[in-house]
T-cell receptor, first 114, second 116 residues
């Protein structure tokens, strides 16, 4: 049972435009959501997180939006840069069980064209 | 610089052999994790440890074993019982229960295991 889903395996945008990466989840117990960026043959690096009590969190070019009723979140990158080309993973966790390890989606490969 | 060191970066194994992947952190984090990544898939949790001398199975623990004798170290052994061990293995750490906010994991650079 995949609790965190990223239904778009890839996305291509032009440099300077907005990139929107989407993520859906099924577990209503999740109380934190995180986005990670990953280059090939490297470990993921943390980008931004959001608490389930918020609907928006912004950090520079990166903004995450959360729609709890739809169990959907999205990462907006504005403006997109060629260096943003990577695989982006959505992840979620809950404090309400003993397990606080992150559950990851399958990732979306973003290609930013110069 | 604080971080997580995984070794070896590349490892080849013959079928039927056990191998151990090393993971060391100097971030003073309590919690450590092992994930596996397969092509086109997300990261799947193998084992995690919240404190020294304690660890729990993740979603795909069969064929793997771990130990947590020191806070800094969390080695993963891929045993011959693991049916499909060829994958990219990622170790991570976090402050764990000490942090009431988002559980931000810091990852190592990964180890790629290929079974010949």
């Amino acid at each position: 049972d995949q609790q965190v889903k990223q239904n778009s395996p890839s996305l291509s945008v032009q440099e300077g435009r907005i990139s929107i990466l989407n993520c859906d989840y099924t577990n209503s117990m999740f109380d934190y959501f995180l986005w990670y960026k990953k280059y090939p043959a490297e470990g993921p690096t943390f980008l931004i997180s959001i608490s389930s009590i918020k609907d928006k969190n912004e950090d520079g070019r990166f903004t995450v939006f959360l729609n709890k009723s739809a169990k959907h979140l999205s990462l907006h990158i504005v403006p997109s840069q060629p260096g943003d080309s990577a695989v982006y993973f959505c992840a979620a966790s809950t404090h309400r069980s003993g397990r606080r390890a992150l559950t990851f989606g399958s990732g979306t490969r973003l290609q930013v064209q110069p | 610089d604080g971080g997580i060191t995984q070794s070896p970066k590349y490892l080849f194994r013959k079928e039927g052999q056990n191998v151990t992947l090393s993971c060391e952190q100097n971030l003073n984090h309590d919690a450590m994790y092992w994930y596996r990544q397969d092509p086109g898939q997300g990261l799947r949790l193998i084992y995690y440890s919240q404190i020294v001398n304690d660890f729990q199975k993740g979603d795909i623990a069969e064929g793997y074993s771990v130990s947590r004798e020191k806070k800094e170290s969390f080695p993963l052994t891929v045993t011959s019982a693991q049916k499909n061990p060829t994958a990219f293995y990622l170790c991570a750490s976090s402050t764990g229960f000490k942090n009431s906010g988002a559980n931000v994991l810091t990852f190592g650079a990964g180890s790629r295991l290929t079974v010949l």
